[in-house]
C-alpha cells in the first residue's frame, strides 16, 4: 500500500478505484498541515522498509491512521492522466481531459459530478467521492418501482437538459457513470467524451464509433457523420430508465419492446409499464430523427408521466401506516 502513495497538491492517493482510457481514478484525502507534517516523518521509515521508529511502534499503523477513512468531506475521486507513453494519441487524450475539466467547471449544477480540485497543467483532478458507488452496484434497487425510479433519474436528466442547453453532449450516459450520494441521490459522473457543441472541432474521425456500444443509440453503433445530436443523450438516459425499471442488465439495441425485453410483459400486474413504453418509444429510438431531440423534452414527458402515477403499493402502505 505504501508503495503506491502519491501526492498530488493537497492529496494522497490511497488506493486506485478504476481505469480507462484517459487516465486512472484514485481514492484520495485532502491532507491537513498536521496530516501532512505526520505523513513526511512516516514515509521515509516505510520506503527503508523500517519496522519500527521512534515513539511508535509500527510505521505502517502510523500511516494507516493517518489515511483512515473517517471525514468523507476530506475524501475525493483523483483522476490523473494517463501520461503520453502510455496514451494511444496524447495529443486526443488531453484534450478530451481539458474538455472535460472545463465542462466540470462550466456547469455546477445538482445531478452532475462536482470538481473539488485541478492542475489541469500537470493532468489531474479531483471529483467528489461517492462511499455508496455506482449505480451498477445497486441493479434490484428500483426494479418494478416505476414511480421510483422516474423520481430518482430526473435530476440527472434535468442536468443532461442544461448541459444541452450549453451545447454539449455527455455521450456515455450508463449505470456505471451514475454514482449515488449519501443521500441516495444519483449523480453523474465521468465527461471524459463530452462533446462541446456543433462548432468544435471533432476528436475522432468520421464514422468513428465514440460511447460505450452496449448503450449507445442504434444508430450511432456503425459511426456516424455529421454533428453529434443531443439525441445521442436521450437515447441513453432511456436506456438507464429501462435497466433502472427492468432489473435485468442489458437491453439488445432499441429492441425494448421484445418480449424478452417488454416491461409490460416483465411486470404484467403493473398497469403504468405501458406508459413507459410510450416514453421509451420517443426516446430509445432506432433512428436519430425519430422521438425526442434533447433531454428537455424528455423531461416534460417524464414530468407528465410521474404526475399521473399513484405512489407504488409500498408507499400506499407507508402513508396508511403514518396516518
Not at 478505484?17 to 507534517?37: C, I, K, P
Not at 418494478?144 to 440527472?156: C, D, K, S, V
Request: charged residues 25%; negative net charge; aromatic residues 10%.
Amino acid at each position: 500500500m505504501a508503495a503506491n502513495v502519491e501526492q498530488f497538491g493537497e492529496w494522497r492517493t490511497m488506493r486506485e478505484l478504476g481505469t480507462g482510457g484517459q487516465g486512472t481514478v484514485y481514492l484520495a484525502r485532502r491532507l491537513s498541515r498536521e496530516d501532512s507534517a505526520e505523513l513526511n516523518r512516516v514515509l521515509p521509515y516505510i520506503s527503508k522498509g523500517r519496522t519500527r521508529m521512534p515513539g511508535d511502534p509500527s510505521p505502517v499503523d502510523a500511516l494507516l491512521d493517518i489515511l483512515a477513512i473517517g471525514n468523507r468531506v476530506a475524501y475525493g475521486a483523483l483522476k490523473v492522466l494517463h501520461p503520453p507513453e502510455l496514451a494511444k494519441n496524447a495529443k486526443t487524450s488531453r484534450e478530451r481531459f481539458r474538455r472535460e475539466i472545463e465542462t466540470l467547471r462550466l456547469l455546477r449544477y445538482p445531478g452532475l459530478v462536482e470538481v473539488l480540485d485541478v492542475d489541469e497543467e500537470l493532468g489531474w483532478f479531483v471529483m467528489a467521492f461517492y462511499s455508496n458507488g455506482k449505480l451498477t452496484q445497486h441493479r434490484d434497487k428500483y426494479t418494478g418501482e416505476t414511480l421510483a425510479a422516474l423520481r430518482a433519474l430526473r435530476p440527472i436528466v434535468e442536468a443532461v437538459a442544461q448541459l444541452h442547453k450549453q451545447g454539449f453532449v455527455h455521450r456515455d450516459i450508463k449505470p456505471d457513470n451514475i454514482f449515488i450520494a449519501a443521500d441516495e441521490a444519483l449523480v453523474l459522473g465521468d465527461f471524459g467524451l463530452i462533446h462541446p457543441g456543433e462548432d468544435a472541432p471533432r476528436l475522432t474521425g468520421t464514422y468513428e464509433n465514440v460511447g460505450s456500444w452496449e448503450w449507445m443509440p442504434t444508430w450511432a453503433q456503425g459511426g456516424y457523420d455529421g454533428d453529434v445530436p443531443k439525441s445521442f443523450d436521450v437515447f441513453t438516459l432511456g436506456k438507464v430508465l429501462w435497466w433502472m425499471i427492468s432489473g435485468k442488465t442489458f437491453l439488445r439495441f432499441h429492441y425494448f419492446r421484445d418480449p424478452e425485453f417488454d416491461l409490460e410483459q416483465l411486470f404484467p400486474g403493473s398497469p403504468e409499464m405501458r406508459n413507459v413504453n410510450a416514453l421509451l418509444d420517443k426516446a430509445v429510438c432506432e433512428r436519430r430523427e425519430q422521438g425526442f431531440q434533447d433531454a428537455e423534452e424528455l423531461l416534460g414527458e417524464m414530468d407528465v408521466l410521474v404526475g399521473s402515477l399513484r405512489p407504488s403499493s409500498r408507499s400506499d402502505v407507508d402513508a396508511c401506516a403514518l396516518a
